[in-house]
């Protein structure tokens, strides 16, 4: 592979970005793409995907290349020179790039690989979290699994069509995919593409959903007809899905403390053809209050570390700390005593989390079951997702019925 010039400087550029002024890489990434309007989608998916790499391999590289924050350019050329150098490239003779000791590099990277928090590139506190809430042999299978590239999964959007259907439209679009075994509505791209900027995207066929996520709504048992609310809706991955297994009929209020991004669910639902969905924002105790004893099903899809879906967002290895862990899991517990309130009798309720920690998951919801705003319900069922045995995010769901 040959390394140009101005890919590289827009890789350097947007790391900058991340490591130094600490926004996200998601952001950042988007933005820096839309930088030049002649790079093809190599060299597109060179920038991104090398980015990504860089921050995720964040802790191993600036341990190999003794660099530390604030990342001068200097720095961060060194950073890549280890990337470069680890994947076989050739540094290019660049005024950039310092001569490259490959030999030291290598050494040092294997030496370092003998030890997971470098191996695996994370901060002591998030291994010893790790080992504690896991066991060390789970989480070391884990913390692997969640450092490989995310596979990209669409989810059917099976108001405006079929699976078979749509898989033949995006293999005529040059986009190849295939069903994945136990999940109904899901595609997997056997190569990456930017799949949003084909035409099936904008007529509302499908949206980029991983396959441990499209586990949930189907765990919330859902019917045509019923009112469901989802409490923590954000931007809509599963309030549209509910809306699709309810095939458009009955209610969905869909929650969030943030209006702008029940805006975007808003766009999202006009063009999957959605029609059942009403977003409210929660802008005072009122509005969930009003709801209390009202719906069939709820479905709170908790904010909660995101320790499962790091393969697709790596930067939060750095942006993580422990005392918002600790602070989520107060605001988990205080969410479900709040939103619990809003089932009627005999309803069923699911909790969900992207996370992997029991104490986010398991744990939270055997809490709630022992306080008083738990007691008429009990645990139908639960199921942990882990991403080394799924290949997928890590996912917590558990589904409870309320008591008649
Ligand atoms: C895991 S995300 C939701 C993802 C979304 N359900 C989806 O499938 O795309 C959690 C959401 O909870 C929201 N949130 C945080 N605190 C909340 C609260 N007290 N009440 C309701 N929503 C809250 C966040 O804004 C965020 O959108």
Not at 154 to 167: A, C, E, F, G, Q
Not at 370 to 379: I, Q, S, V
């Amino acid at each position: 592979m040959r390394l140009h010039r101005n890919l590289v400087f827009a890789t350097i550029d947007a790391l900058s970005e991340i490591f130094n002024q600490e926004k996200y890489a998601d952001k950042v990434i988007q933005n820096t793409l839309k930088r030049d309007k002649r790079w093809g989608s190599r060299d597109r998916s060179f920038v991104a995907e090398t980015t990504y790499d860089i921050v995720r391999w964040k802790r191993l590289y600036s341990e190999i290349a003794e660099v530390k924050a604030p990342y001068s350019r200097e720095n961060l050329f060194r950073l890549f020179a280890v990337w470069a150098t680890l994947r076989g490239i050739t540094i290019p003779d660049w005024k950039q790039f310092e001569p490259v000791p490959s030999r030291r590099i290598k050494g040092k990277f294997d030496e370092l690989s003998q030890i997971r928090k470098y191996r695996e590139s994370i901060p002591d506190w998030m291994d010893e979290l790790g080992v504690k809430e896991l066991g060390e042999k789970t989480w070391e299978k884990e913390i692997h699994a969640l450092n490989e590239q995310a596979p990209v999964v669409l989810r059917v959007n099976t108001l405006n069509i079929t699976r078979d259907k749509l898989r033949s439209i995006l293999k005529d679009e040059g986009i190849a995919t295939e069903p994945i075994k136990d999940y109904p509505d899901a595609l997997q791209l056997e190569e990456r593409a930017n799949v949003f900027i084909t035409d099936a995207f904008q007529k509302g066929y499908f949206e980029v959903q991983d396959a441990s996520s499209q586990l949930v709504a189907r765990f919330l048992d859902v019917e045509p007809g019923m009112r469901v609310v989802d409490t923590c809706a954000g931007a809509g991955g599963k309030t549209l899905h509910i809306a699709a297994l309810m095939e458009n009929k009955g209610q969905i209020i869909a929650t969030d403390i943030y209006e702008n991004k029940l805006k975007e669910l808003k766009r999202r639902a006009k063009r999957a053809g959605a029609h059942n969905i009403e977003p409210r924002v929660i802008d005072s105790s009122k509005v969930v209050k009003k709801l209390y004893g009202k719906a069939d099903r709820v479905l709170i899809d908790a904010p909660c570390s995101g320790l499962g879906v790091l393969s697709r967002n790596p930067d939060a290895k750095w942006k993580l700390q422990p005392e918002f862990i600790d602070n989520i899991k107060k605001t988990q517990s205080d969410i479900l005593d709040q939103y619990s309130r809003i089932l009627k009798p005999g309803g069923k309720m699911v909790y969900a989390t992207c996370s992997i920690l029991p104490s986010e998951n398991e744990k939270q919801v055997a809490q709630f079951l022992d306080r008083e705003e738990g007691k008429d319900f009990k645990l139908v069922k639960d199921k942990k997702v882990l991403s080394s045995e799924s290949g997928y995010d890590g996912f917590y769901m558990a589904l409870l019925e309320k008591a008649k």
